[in-house]
């Protein structure tokens, strides 16, 4: 069992960012493959970002290649989600989430626990 809080987001004009956090309990952080997603009102929850136990592999959504950076340290239990060049496309809630596999996932059905989420909305 590991339960996720989220923190960092606000109210940001375009082109500025953002450093969302994701901290964990428990001691099997490190076993668990960590992702983000976003859901944007009337959307479908979209995957953002994911990154293996190691922090060794990385893989991003389409629509934020080149302008997120997922990371981990897991020492402090935590997942980060570094944000620049933000649009106002990019108003969502964002969603950390853990999956207990070796394996990483871009579908949201494949996560088994989930933060309560962080709003982050971009303004024009």
């Known amino acids: 069992q590991v339960q996720l809080v989220e923190s960092g987001g606000g109210l940001v004009q375009a082109g500025g960012s953002l450093r969302l956090s994701c901290a964990a309990s428990g001691r099997t952080f490190s076993r668990y493959v960590m992702g983000w997603f976003r859901q944007a009102p009337g959307k479908e929850r979209e995957f953002v970002a994911g990154i293996s136990v190691s922090g060794g592999n990385r893989y991003y959504g389409d629509s934020v290649k080149g302008r997120f950076t997922i990371s981990r340290d897991n020492a402090k239990n935590t997942v980060y989600l570094q944000i620049n060049s933000l649009k106002p496309e990019d108003t969502a809630v964002y969603y950390c989430?853990?999956?207990?596999?070796?394996?990483?996932?871009?579908?949201?059905?494949?996560?088994?626990?989930w933060g309560q989420g962080t709003q982050v909305t971009v303004s024009s």
């Open positions: 989430a853990a999956r207990t596999s070796y394996s990483g996932s871009y579908n949201a059905n494949d996560y088994d626990y």
